[in-house]
């Protein structure tokens, strides 16, 4: 009876091969190799400039990204890289993306996000663990297998930790680590934050929320997505002063300097340099710094609500600096 059994199931698999091969060969596109990255569900404007080519090409569910190649997404764009070992890497709108190096065997790839915003799920495997690389012009994240979120602009990197960790670098500094629910930034290439704990209900987790969200599935339209920068810009700006408060004034600087870096609206550049100047005040060895910051408040052209608290916060910087003459001016235009 068990020979039987063997001989109806070896009788079955040769019939059945190849219908199983053939639908297989149907879910790759033609020259697509198994051990290829491809582009899952694509939304909107989305390019993948092919290395080595001049024109990028439209893209589409299935087509090939290989190393050298690089994906483009514009104001509505949103798509998914498939690797083959089941991670995966979404981008959202105007974003732009190079596969450096891909290794499948190895499980090893150098990826670089050049702008925008991506979220990386990486697939951990104890038997052969991952050795992924995330950089951004000023910025790398390693990574082997963890879920996270990486907004970058300008200068500026924020990483949002969902699961596992990922070792985040500035320009040649030491690592921070990247946890679950925390957050770590830098700008300019500098030693990233140390990391930050994600309070429910905050501003912060706000952001991670959106920005899951816009990664789960592409959104129906984009200008809450477009907010991402100056939720955090501004949350930087109130958690500056309890930095300052602690005595971590060069961290203050630091992520007031992401803040900056990440939304170009005047509230938020003069409420930014306000909040530099005033950590820089509260060193009497740094009263100049102080008051350049608040000079940038004064220059022509510049009317917000705080050039007034500039003008007489200078006046008060240029009397510890022990010039009297341009204080009195300053107050008295005050």
Not at 195 to 208: D, F, K, M, N, V
Request: proline fraction near 5%; charge should be neutral.
């Amino acid at each position: 009876m068990i020979f039987d059994r063997f001989k109806r199931a070896l009788v079955w698999c040769c019939t059945l091969a190849p219908t199983l091969f053939f639908a297989l060969a149907l879910l790759l596109p033609l020259g697509v190799q198994a051990d290829d990255i491809v582009l899952g569900m694509t939304r909107g404007d989305v390019h993948v400039l092919p290395a080595g080519r001049a024109k990028p090409l439209t893209a589409a569910q299935g087509l090939t990204v290989r190393s050298g190649d690089r994906v483009y997404t514009g104001r509505d764009g949103w798509t998914v890289l498939m690797v083959p070992d089941g991670s995966r890497v979404v981008l959202t709108a105007n974003s732009e993306f190079l596969v450096r190096t891909y290794d499948q065997q190895r499980r090893s790839g150098t990826f670089a996000l050049l702008s925008g915003m991506l979220r990386a799920i990486i697939n951990p495997s104890p038997s052969s663990p991952p050795n992924y690389r995330f950089n951004t012009l000023t910025a790398v994240a390693g990574v082997r297998g963890t879920d996270f979120t990486l907004l970058h602009r300008g200068q500026a990197n924020v990483l949002f930790g969902n699961n596992g960790t990922v070792e985040v670098q500035g320009q040649s500094t030491a690592a921070q680590p990247l946890t679950a629910n925390t957050v770590v930034q830098t700008t300019r290439g500098a030693l990233p934050t140390q990391p930050i704990a994600i309070e429910t209900g905050s501003e912060l987790a706000r952001a991670q929320t959106l920005f899951n969200t816009i990664t789960d599935a592409a959104p129906a339209e984009w200008s809450e997505a477009g907010k991402l920068p100056e939720i955090v810009a501004r949350w930087n700006i109130g958690y500056s002063r309890y930095l300052a408060d602690a005595g971590r004034h060069d961290e203050a600087l630091h992520i007031l300097q992401v803040a900056l870096d990440l939304s170009d609206a005047p509230e938020i550049q003069a409420d930014a340099h306000l909040e530099r100047a005033a950590v820089f005040s509260r060193d009497p060895a740094q009263a100049q710094q102080a008051v350049q910051e608040y000079g940038l408040l004064l220059a022509p052209g510049f009317s917000g609500a705080q050039r007034e608290t500039a003008l007489y916060l200078t006046g008060v910087g240029l009397i510890q600096l022990k010039q009297p003459a341009d204080a009195r001016s300053r107050l008295e235009q005050y």
